[in-house]
Structure formats: C-alpha cells, structure tokens
C-alpha cells in the first residue's frame, strides 16, 4: 500500500492540451490536502516532440523528485519503450489501447490498463483538433478512477479555469467521466496506490500553502518591492517572470484615475540593451530589474563589469538553464555560479542570492532591490528552470505592510545644500559604500558616471595611487555585503557528526529528503544550504567544524564547490562533490546513492552508524 | 580626459540668460581633444543652445558612449549629471534614465563609430521607441583614439592618413534615420555654429528622438588631402538646404521672412521653428520627398545639411508606454505596492 505516496509520470507530445489534464490532476490532489510535486520536462519546441510530466503525490511534503515512476501514463507512441522501461517493479503503465500496442513490449512485473481513449473521443467529439485535446483529458478520468480522486474538485477547478467558457467546462468534463467510467466499468479501481485524504484528526496538509512557479513569485516580489522599470529580452526559461510582471502591474500599477501606468515595460532589442536600461534606470532612481537566463549573462558582461565599477544598482535575474551555449533550454540546471559570481573582464565580483524555491524567490527578490541600492552594485538572484517554470508547492507569501524600500546612501535635496561640495565615491562610513546623488535635483550634486579610471572624489584618473584608492574601497565594500546577505540555513542533525552536505537553491528539497533516507539507513548528516555569495562567517565556521562534506550541485564542474574554494579557507580535499547535469531535476535517489557510494567501501572513515550491508535506494 | 578643472572667473559684464547664469556657468571640464578638433566647436554650440534656451544645469543628463566625442559630455553643463558608458550602447543607459525620469532634457553625444558600427542595433532601437533625447553624432569617418581606422561612415574612395583607400559603402545616419521613421533629422557641420546652434535649439525641444549628424573634422587623423571628412572638403561639399529658426514658446517671431521661403513648424509646447528653404525644391516635411533628395545630391559628392526632416507632433516612448506626466522615480511607495491585503487577492489563484 502505498497511499498519497508515489509517483506518476504522463508521456505525451508537446501542444496537445496535456498541460491543463496535468495541472488539473496536480491541483485536485493538492485541494484534497495531499502535499504534491509537479515537474514538467518539455522540448524546446511548439508542437510535435516528446514531453513528459511528473506528478508526485508525497505525504511527507517532499518536494523533489525522488528518482523512480510507479505509474507510467504513455500517450507517446514514440517513447513507448523508454517509458515502459522506466516503470518501477510492482507499478502501473497506462496506455491508449485503441490500437494495439507492440507485443514486443513485454514486462511481466508491472501491470498494463489498457484504455480505449482515442476510440471513446473519436465517438463523443468532432474535429481532429478536439478529439486530440480531450484524449489527453481523457486520461485524467482514467487516472481519476484508479487513484480516487474527487470528480466535484475536478469539476470545480475547471469551472475556475474555463469560467467563462462554459461550454469548455461540459465538454472537458465529459471527456473526463468517460475515462473514469470506462476504468470503473473495466478495472479493479482503485489501485493500492491512491489518493485518500486525512482523517480529521490529521487535517489537511496544504492548507495555508499555494502552488505557484518561481518566476511569478519572483515577479510578484518585483511588483512589491517598488520596481518601475522592467526591460528584457525574451528567453526561456526567464520569459515568464517577465510576463508575470507585466500582468501584476496591469492589474495594480494603474492608476484608476488617470489610467497612466506606474511602471515602464520595455523590451529590448537585445540582452546588452536590456542591462543597459536596467542600469539607466536604476541610476537615475527608479528600482530596476531585468530577468534572462545564462547567455544572456554572458551578453551583459561588459556592462555588469560597469556597474561593478562605477556603483550602479541593478536587480537582474538569472533562471538558469543547461549550458554550455545553446544547451538544452529547456531543461534545467546550476550551470552559471561562477560566471555570475565573476561577470566581466578586470577584478570583478558579484553579490549573488540563491533561492530554493518559489517561496524564497518572493522574499529574495524584494531583497534583492534593498540590497542593489544598499551596495550600490548589481544584485544576481540565480533561480533556474526547475524553480522558475515549475508549480512548487509552498507556504502561503507574507506581506508586511510596514516596509519600506532601503533606498541606501542617497543623498537628498536639504543634505546636499548642507554639503560644500559633494564627492561620490568617498567611504565617509568606513564601510566601503560611498554616496550617491540622483540627476535633476541640485547642480552641485552632479557627478560623471564613468567606467574609466577615477579617483575618489569622482574625477578622471591614469595615477596608480588614486586608481587603487577606489579598488581597494570596493573590496571593503564587499566584506560588509557579507554581513548584510542572507545567512546559510543549517540543519544540524542531533547526534554529533563530522560528515555534512552543502548545497543551494533547487537542490535543497532533494537533500532534505536524502538526509532522512540517509538517517533511517545508519548514515547521519548535517546539513548547509548556502543562500548567498559572497560567503559569510557562517559558512566558514560550518566548513571548519566538518571534516568530510558532500557538495550537492546541479553542472558538470562543481562550480560551488569552486567557489567555496576560492572564497573560503576551507581545505580543497575535504569537499566531495555530487554533480547531477542531466538537465533533469536532482532527485533525492541521486544523492542517497552518492553518499552511500563514498562511504560504503571505506565504512569506518566517516562515521556511520548502523549501516546496512549493499544498502542501496529500492 | 576631464581631470583639468576649468577656472571659473565671469565679467560681471557677460550677459545673463533668464536664470540669470552666463554662457560660462553651462560650460564643463577643460577639453583634452587634439587643437582645433571640430568636436570643440559642438560642444561650445552646446553650450550656448543651452545657455540660450535657460536650461537648469541639474536638469540636464549627459550621455555618451566610448571614442574621442563621448569624452566631450564632460565639457559641458557641468552643474548636470554625467554618464560616460561603454561603448556603442549609451542608447540603453539614455532609455533606461528617461524611463526613470521623463522630465529631465537628455542629451547624449556619440561619434561615427560608437553609433554606426558597434552601437547600430541600439541607435536603430532608440529611434523606434523615439526616445525623448538629442542625440549628436560626432561624425569624422575615422577612429581617432585607435589611430586612423575607418569607420563605418567613411565614403567609398576617401583615403586614410596613410595612404590606404576606403572601398566599402559608407551607412549614412541621416537617411537610415529616415528610413526608421525618426521625427527629427538634421545635418550640420562643426564650423557654421550659425546652423548648429538653433538646430542644437529644435533639437532639445523636440518631443521625441531628435538626430543632429555634425560633420566634424578630426585635424589629426582625417584632415588630410583625399579625404572627405576633411575641413577644406566639407566646407566645399556641404550644402545648406533648410535654415532652422528656433523660436521658444515664450518670444516672439521678430526676424522678417519673405513670402513662400519660410514654413512655420510648431512644437508640442508651443515653440516654433521657422525653416528657411534656401534650396526652394526642398520639403522638410516630405519624408519620401526629402529622402530621395538627400540621396540624390548625395551621389554628386554633396552634403545637404540644416534641418533636414521634422514631424513634431509624434509619440514619444512614455505616450506609448502610458507612463504618468511625473517622473517614475517620484511615484509613492504607497502607489506601487498592493499591500498585504492585495497580496491575499493575488494569492487566491494559486489555492
């Protein structure tokens, strides 16, 4: 039995509806209480290529994938055999029967339920296009049958979707209790996996949470911390952050009266433009933002080098995707920590934040304002596709109507009239961060913005001793962003232990969940997430108290691992690193395995306790 | 290079503008350019359009790119913000501040190669948006701080210092602006600041993208014989075809015009540019018209110059974005966020 714990998987082809028979399965279980994780493995195409769907019922509230499909719903002709292959012994693999399926396909341990789906649209619907539509609903009946979901909830999500077509609703809701009949009519349902809510005495487990993606979190972040100015250029898989922006500030930004909109959308011409705009802005007192993925980090080298140097806020987002070049964008990975970390040529370095998931991609995102203007410098918040273009479920966003934008050292109209003169990159506070003064409010507070060398006081300059002056203050300024970034969140295990895992952002969920496997198994962890670069005291003293530590990362070259090596006194050999760059999310299995497969031969080394001999995920 | 301060010390006799500064109170850093080089002679004309039109200094921001003319944003309005960014991309950092602040005047200053070679995508983008600013292209045909490369405004057969002949087609601002739909396109040249000041005047008026292309010698890399961007073949080959009267909302027409020469033009706040046809067969206000004429004398070796082609009354970038008449960096805090209870609202559609 294994009851609101298990995993299905949807094989279709990309542009046929499946997304809203996905959505509405996830989101029925989810309203019935059940924690669920959805994750979408689509082609970087429109229509016609293979694409898949993972659906994972955990009443844990994992939040990973965890590395194996018990029912398999293969729609694809094409990818039959993979996704027959991929079932778990003991699972289920669902599949249109209207035409035969090839008898070469054969596995004995898993159960096959066929289902008639293009056969019972094809004489309940008319034209191609519809029948291929709700085919694809069709089979939420199916699974709706075998897994017990509640057809009142599915009728009332897509009253909530389709709400003003009502005609959408009948249609997709008869496509549904077609599948549903038919399974109840042919199969024994439901299946020993189901959905089956809480006793009372239990309650519900998502209440006070929602599902969202990362980049509306990210956007609605945006929207709320007083961003006016949003410039871009389309690329996957930032687009949607942009476009949840827009919508947020259609809905909020205009003025009812006048009707003229507090906030400018600008798309640029390409990802230089969109940096350059960000940059403008932001210099001229507008909080700022634009959101891309790795290259276009790479286009804005040279101006993220500028805004380095000459202490220009910016907000700029960075949903990864997997590199190197064109990659695969539409898949996901950590694949840009060092090169958003060290953009552009000369000594150059970036404050980086480093959210986990759609919750914190909200609250990073204000902070992500604060902080650009606190440092004068611009703020890298490094999301990716698995957070930014996944629904995650997540606690309910909070609101505190007391704050306030931290609008950092600008210097106002009465200061400047105090001033004899006004300098601006002086380090009045001792703390690196210079004042700053906006165009348009007093001629002697004007200064010249430049990237070529200049002197503390804000003019030209060729001499060595003036240039270093200002380098050197920009190192200062950089050690008290460490004191103002997001700490690490550490997860001490109770007994002690010198073995630990690192990690960050997406990967979080998956060590959560590896650590508890881990823990039942004998092998006892702590654990650090880091949240931000450059590296605090924390992160130092929990790499010291170590003294063999796994780093979790998502790219081919452990490039945090890198970064904790050249940013930290840590010694290189006690970081083993546990590199997932398949494109997909990391699972929890991964790095069960991973950890198990360092310490299995060499038991004694690392302390274990209990261990069980070939312990390996099932 | 902007480290030399200029002493300020002004006659009480030099005259004063409306604000009650003189011409010496718009002016910048000393210049550091090469004697006698025609950028010089933009950014006095500069200083004078501005002296002239009684800006307030702070109320001007100055943009420029990388090359010998984005140096010169520091040799002037010194009371104004400067951003000297990198190259060929000012047009973005000058979108980015007027999306911030529309109410402030922007003038950005460029050259031939910081605007038709790396800088092309961006400079075609701000005409699109027609991005409220003057833009000022310090065109030379030549790279100076490289030492004599020809850029991309260099006319076929126009030979280099040393010796080497241009054999590739040179991209014309003017008429690629035209083609773009710009509202503003003029042409002068750094040494008749009788033209260039006033078009300096229009420009800075204009709601929308005004161009100014000034022709402007470099005396030390292209003012050689062969060349045509030298001083001797500009004067020869520039042809003035429209003079442009600025006249600011608040005077008076004074100056005379003969019947049929001059055409009144008036701006978005009420300024108006007189235009005096000095090529009677010449329509500033026919686009298709002025296009092909330009061409046309273009292919005779000559430069029509003045104000070349106006449209006052386009949308500006903010007209089409919607933006509120103040400027965005102002607007209330309480203005931009829902608040606690809107993100209740929001949040609904993700149960």
Redesign the interface.
């Known amino acids: 039995m294994m009851t609101n714990d298990f995993v299905i998987k949807i094989a279709t082809v990309n542009g046929t509806g499946s997304a809203s028979a996905n959505t509405l399965l996830m989101k029925s279980i989810f309203r019935s209480g059940i924690p669920v994780m959805g994750k979408n493995y689509f082609p970087s195409n429109i229509q016609g290529l293979p694409t898949w769907y993972e659906i994972r019922v955990t009443k844990h509230g994992y939040v990973a994938r965890q590395g194996k499909v018990d029912i398999m719903v293969a729609m694809n002709a094409e990818t039959y055999g993979k996704d027959m292959r991929e079932v778990a012994p003991g699972g289920y693999l669902i599949y249109d029967s209207t035409w035969p399926r090839p008898a070469l396909l054969k596995r004995e341990e898993i159960t096959v339920i066929g289902v008639p789906l293009a056969r019972l649209c094809n004489e309940s619907f008319n034209g191609v296009r519809t029948r291929i539509l709700m085919k694809n609903i069709c089979y939420a009946g199916v699974l709706a049958a075998l897994l017990d979901l509640d057809l009142q909830k599915i009728r009332e999500l897509l009253a909530e979707t389709y709400g003003k077509k009502p005609a959408l609703v009948d249609s997709n809701m008869k496509a549904i209790e077609l599948g549903y009949a038919y399974t109840k009519e042919h199969y024994k349902c439901p299946l020993p996996l189901r959905v089956e809510p809480f006793s009372k005495e239990e309650g519900s487990k998502t209440a006070g949470h929602i599902m969202i993606d990362g980049n509306t979190a990210a956007a609605l972040g945006c929207v709320f911390a007083g961003a006016t100015v949003a410039a871009w250029y389309p690329i996957t898989p930032s687009t949607s952050l942009m476009d949840a922006y827009k919508g947020f500030a259609d809905r909020w930004r205009v003025d009812p009266e006048t009707g003229r909109k507090n906030f400018a959308f600008i798309q640029a011409e390409d990802e230089l433009a969109a940096i350059g705009m960000v940059l403008g802005a932001s210099w001229n007192g507008a909080r700022a933002f634009t959101a891309t993925s790795g290259p276009g980090i790479s286009l804005m080298n040279e101006f993220l080098g500028l805004a380095y140097y000459a202490e220009v806020p910016a907000v700029v987002f960075d949903v990864q995707r997997v590199g190197p070049s064109t990659g695969m964008p539409t898949r996901t990975q950590q694949c840009d920590l060092m090169e958003c970390a060290y953009a552009s040529h000369g000594d150059t370095k970036h404050v980086c934040l480093y959210p986990s998931n759609p919750e914190e991609c909200f609250y990073m995102a204000v902070e992500a304002f604060d902080l650009a203007e606190r440092l004068q410098t611009p703020i890298m918040v490094l999301s990716d596709l698995d957070i930014g273009m996944n629904d995650w479920m997540c606690r309910d966003l909070e609101w505190d109507d007391a704050y306030r934008p931290d609008r950092g050292k600008i210097l106002g109209l009465d200061e400047i009239l105090k001033l004899d003169k006004f300098y601006r990159y002086l380090d009045k506070d001792d703390d690196g961060i210079p004042y700053r003064t906006l165009p348009g409010v007093h001629p002697k507070a004007s200064y010249f913005t430049r990237g070529s060398g200049h002197t503390q006081f804000g003019t030209y300059t060729e001499d060595s001793v003036e240039y270093q002056i200002v380098l050197d203050r920009l190192v200062r300024k950089f050690h008290t962003a460490k004191t103002l970034l997001p700490k690490p969140v550490v997860r001490m295990h109770g007994t002690k232990t010198d073995v630990a895992i690192v990690s960050l952002g997406s990967c979080d969920g998956a060590v959560q969940e590896a650590i508890d496997v881990l823990e039942r198994m004998g092998v006892v962890l702590d654990y650090m997430r880091v949240r931000a670069f450059p590296f605090g005291e924390e992160v130092e003293k929990f790499l010291a108290d170590h003294r063999t530590i796994f780093v979790v990362e998502q790219n081919r070259d452990a490039q945090l691992r890198s970064l904790l090596t050249l940013e930290t006194a840590v010694e290189k050999s006690k970081l083993r690193s546990l590199l997932h760059y398949s494109g997909l999310p990391i699972s929890s299995s991964f790095i069960v395995e991973g950890v198990l497969a360092e310490i299995a031969p060499g038991g004694d080394r690392l302390k274990v306790v209990d261990l069980p001999r070939k312990a390996r995920m099932p | 290079?902007?480290?030399i301060p200029k002493p300020k010390v002004s006659h009480p006799s030099l005259p004063k503008n409306a604000l009650g500064f003189t011409r010496r109170d718009y002016e910048g850093a000393l210049s550091t350019l090469c004697a006698g080089c025609g950028h010089d002679s933009i950014t006095a004309a500069i200083i004078e359009a501005s002296w002239g039109l009684s800006l307030e200094?702070?109320?001007v921001?100055k943009l420029s790119g990388i090359g010998c003319s984005s140096k010169t944003?520091?040799y002037f309005v010194?009371?104004?913000?400067?951003?000297?960014?990198?190259h060929g991309?000012m047009?973005?950092?000058?979108?980015?501040?007027?999306?911030?602040?529309r109410?402030?005047t922007y003038i950005g200053v460029s050259g031939d190669g910081d605007t038709l070679s790396i800088g092309l995508?961006?400079f075609?983008?701000a005409i699109r948006?027609n991005l409220n600013m003057l833009y000022i292209i310090e065109n030379n045909g030549v790279y100076g701080l490289t030492k004599g490369q020809f850029s991309a405004s260099a006319d076929i057969g126009t030979k280099a210092k040393k010796g080497e002949t241009n054999l590739q087609a040179p991209i014309d601002p003017v008429l690629l602006a035209m083609t773009l739909g710009a509202s503003f396109v003029a042409r002068s040249f750094s040494g008749d600041k009788e033209q260039l000041v006033p078009l300096i005047q229009a420009g800075l008026r204009h709601k929308g993208f005004a161009l100014i292309d000034v022709l402007s010698p470099c005396v030390t890399f292209n003012d050689h014989e062969g060349s045509t961007k030298s001083y001797a073949y500009t004067r020869e080959h520039y042809e003035p075809a429209v003079h442009a009267d600025f006249i600011p909302f608040e005077r008076e027409i004074k100056a005379e015009y003969k019947e049929g020469e001059a055409l009144t033009v008036v701006m978005h706040d009420g300024s108006r540019i007189v235009l005096r046809k000095l090529d009677a067969a010449y329509d500033p206000t026919n686009r298709i018209a002025a296009f092909a004429q330009i061409q046309e004398r273009m292919k005779q070796g000559e430069h029509l110059t003045g104000l070349l082609y106006v449209e006052p009354l386009q949308q500006e970038f903010?007209d089409m974005?919607?933006?509120?008449?103040a400027?965005?960096?102002?607007?209330p805090?309480e203005?931009?966020?829902?608040?606690?209870k809107?993100?209740e609202k929001?949040?609904s559609r993700?149960?």
């Open positions: 290079m902007t480290f200094p702070q109320n921001v944003t520091a010194s009371g104004g913000h400067g951003f000297n960014s990198v991309r047009p973005s950092i000058a979108m980015g501040a007027n999306a911030a602040n109410n402030l995508g961006q075609c983008h948006r903010h974005n919607g933006t509120p008449d400027a965005l960096n102002a607007v805090y203005k931009l966020s829902p608040g606690a809107g993100l929001i949040l993700y149960r």
